[in-house]
Structure formats: structure tokens, C-alpha cells
């Protein structure tokens, strides 16, 4: 079955450059969408179709793909970014859903 | 207001089974794609299943042949039919819609979930 690969933990300090990322076979051919989740709350979307934010996003957020790896980039985190980030994409069929094992951002 | 509340979860014991609710209201149900999402306790998000409009079904390999999605429009209303339920089941599900974005399909509403606990 197909796999997107994440780092568990990312730790920076705050006001410094976090990234996150995502490895699976398919994403030259699939887009990559990052979901932002903090703890005891619902997943929220932070990036779609590898590189666009939501409206209500922060700019700090911003995202990018090129071969087989997806990258979640936040530019100047701050310590309310901590959170779990995961990757989601499809199989290329894109019947089957996958998200990464999530990666833990600490920001302090 | 965009809303999914997800009902139906408790405990259950192994082999047992149990039938999850999503109630959507905010938006024309019958437009979108709906899916199933589970997370196990400190762990990742796990997709279980989808329902596109017009009734197509996929499952993770996980539960194909034991969970049965199903949606009912006139009711505004997603199903999780759960049978031959296994410790490894325990999780909370989520129930989660889909939208186009500019060349793809995402999740961009979720409900809050509703807990489900399989006891061995």
C-alpha cells in the first residue's frame, strides 16, 4: 500500500525556519496537502495542491514539491505553531487516501 | 454555519459491532464527497473510507470487508457500519468532507469526533 514519509519531530526556536517533510512515491504525480492539528482539536488545512494557503492562513506557512518529497516550510515559527503536521496526498489510482505519520513540531 | 457531528461511538467488545452517525448542516450535502478518518489515542490520522455523490465506495485495507460506509442525502447523513471489531479499531473517527480545490480534491471540514474504544 502506499506511504508518505514524515520526520516524528521538528524543534526550533521561535522566529526561526521550521521544515517538514514528506516523502512518498506518487507525489511527482500527486499534489501534497499539509493539515495542521493541535492537541485535542480537529486537523486544520494549511496548505493544498502543494504550495497554496487558505484564505486565513498565516504567511508564514508556505509550501513546495519537487520529486518524490513535499515540504511544509514556516518562516519565522512562532511558539501558537506548535502543533502535529501531516501530509496527505492520494494513490495515483486517487481512489486511496494517505496521510504521513505526522511530524511534531515543538517551538521553544 | 458549515457543521459535521459525529454520534455512535462507545464501547464494544472485541467481534462486536457498532454504527456510526455524521449529521452535516451548513451546506448541500449531496454535493460533496465524504469520508471516514480515524486517529488512535497519541497517534497519526488514519483515512478508513470515502463515498463520492454518486455512490461510489473505497476502503483502506484495514477494515475492506468489516466497515460498510454508506450516506443517506435526504437525511443529510453519513454512515460507519463497524463489524468484527478488533482492539486495533480503537480510535477516535472523525467524519470529514471533500472539496475541488483548483486541480484536487482535500479535506476542508471536520467534524470533532466521536470515540471508539474496543475492549479485548
Known amino acids: 500500500s502506499y506511504e508518505l514519509t514524515q520526520p516524528p519531530s521538528v524543534s526550533v526556536s521561535p522566529g526561526q525556519t521550521a521544515r517538514i517533510t514528506c516523502s512518498g512515491d506518487?507525489?511527482?504525480?500527486?499534489?501534497a496537502f499539509w493539515y495542521q492539528q493541535k492537541s485535542g482539536q480537529a486537523p486544520v488545512l494549511v496548505i493544498y495542491?502543494?504550495?497554496k494557503r487558505p484564505s486565513g492562513i498565516p504567511e508564514r506557512f508556505s509550501g513546495s514539491s519537487s520529486g518524490t518529497m513535499a515540504t511544509l516550510t514556516i518562516s519565522g515559527a512562532q511558539v501558537e505553531d506548535e502543533a502535529d503536521y501531516y501530509c496527505?496526498?492520494?494513490?495515483?489510482?486517487?481512489?486511496?487516501?494517505?496521510f504521513g505519520g505526522g511530524t511534531k513540531l515543538t517551538v521553544l | 454555519e458549515v457543521r459535521l457531528v459525529e454520534s455512535g461511538g462507545g464501547l464494544v467488545q472485541s467481534g462486536g459491532s457498532l454504527r456510526l452517525s455524521c449529521a452535516a448542516s451548513?451546506?448541500?450535502?449531496?454535493?460533496?464527497?465524504m469520508n471516514w478518518v480515524r486517529q488512535t489515542p497519541g497517534k497519526g490520522l488514519e483515512w478508513v473510507s470515502y463515498?463520492?455523490?454518486?455512490?461510489?465506495?473505497y476502503y483502506a485495507d484495514s477494515v475492506k470487508g468489516r466497515f460498510t460506509i454508506s450516506r443517506d442525502d435526504a437525511k443529510n447523513s453519513l454512515y460507519l457500519q463497524m463489524n468484527s471489531l478488533r482492539a486495533e479499531d480503537t480510535a477516535m473517527y472523525y467524519c470529514?468532507?471533500?472539496?475541488?480545490?483548483?486541480?484536487?480534491?482535500?479535506?476542508?471540514?471536520w467534524g470533532q469526533g466521536t470515540m471508539v474504544t474496543v475492549s479485548s
Open positions: 506518487g507525489l511527482p504525480k500527486k499534489y
Open positions: 495542491e502543494d504550495n
Open positions: 463515498i463520492t455523490t454518486s455512490g461510489a465506495i
Open positions: 451548513g451546506f448541500t450535502f449531496d454535493n460533496y464527497r
Open positions: 470529514a468532507r471533500e472539496r475541488y480545490y483548483d486541480s484536487d480534491y482535500g479535506f476542508d471540514i
Open positions: 496527505y496526498s492520494t494513490d495515483t489510482s486517487g481512489n486511496h487516501r494517505v
